[in-house]
């Protein structure tokens, strides 16, 4: 399953590609002009960096906040478009749980299966346990 995550809650705007437990891309770029400027070019680089179209993502992940209002609209709102546009699921996570998944060891952490229909919980990569994702 390939997954576009989108962080646009601090000053600094990422977006990362995934499939399983694989890193396929990332893009970050920090700057003092507002997210909505870099956004879908860095989604863009991202999708060429890892060697696929916008079709072949299989879902979509986005930081809720806390974060700037701002950028967090920037992203959400970014999301909630491609993935209806594409009719693909999206769901948000904590930019604290985000944070604070690093630290803990990878076979303890569980995360949402983002197949349609199925949100389930599964294990790994890097995920944790989301209890609501928006489409």
Sequence with gaps: MRIIGID???KGCSVAIVEGETLLS??????SHTHA???????????????IGIHDL???AVTHGPGS??????????????????????VGVSSLQVLAMQLIPCSSRTGTDLTPGKRRPSRCPGSQRISSGHR
Aim: net charge negative; glycine share 14%; aromatic share 4%.
């Design 26 to 31: 990332e893009v970050t770029k920090v700057s």
């Design 69 to 90: 209002f701002t950028g967090l609209r920037i992203g959400i709102s970014a999301v909630k478009g491609l993935a209806s546009a594409l009719d693909k699921p999206a």
């Design 37 to 51: 400027i870099h956004l879908m070019g860095m989604i863009h680089d991202a999708m060429d960096l890892g060697g």
């Design 58 to 60: 299989d879902g979509f």
């Design 8 to 10: 646009t809650a601090a």
